[in-house]
């Protein structure tokens, strides 16, 4: 898995909606995870939400989000763009954070709590900001 690479962000307001991409040069593991995490300064960072994308049967697609996103973010894979999309609805002044998307090559299911230590390959972010 070579790094990973961000775009979408950008100036929003309290409301509206932004779609997130993070594309992958190759995938080079068999269980394979695609998580969204997003970090302020000062903060440690929070897993956002993940999809299991290993192998082709029963799970493929799977998805976790973290609580203060539910239901108003989606994730997604395309596979043949070889790119995860983050689809944030209704965003809110506190989903401010530079967001980072990264890989865990030993996804296992069910997915639960993203610790970023399990994640390889780090793109340099793209930055969500969020006006009231």
């Known amino acids: 898995q070579g790094q990973l690479v961000e775009s979408g962000g950008g100036p929003v307001q309290a409301g509206e909606s932004l779609r997130l991409s993070c594309t992958a040069s190759e995938y080079r593991y068999s269980r394979t995870c695609v998580g969204w995490f997003r970090q302020v300064p000062g903060k440690e960072r929070e897993g956002v939400a993940a999809i299991y994308i290993g192998g082709t049967g029963t799970g493929r697609g799977t998805t976790y989000y973290a609580d203060s996103v539910t239901g108003r973010f989606t994730i997604s894979q395309d596979d043949a763009k070889k790119t995860t999309w983050l689809q944030m609805n209704n965003l809110k002044f506190e989903d401010t954070a530079m967001y980072y998307c990264?890989?865990?090559?030993?996804?296992?299911?069910?997915?639960?709590?993203?610790?970023?230590?399990?994640?390889?390959?780090w793109g340099q972010g793209t930055q969500v900001t969020v006006s009231s």
């Open positions: 990264a890989a865990d090559p030993l996804c296992t299911l069910p997915l639960g709590e993203m610790r970023p230590e399990d994640y390889v390959d």
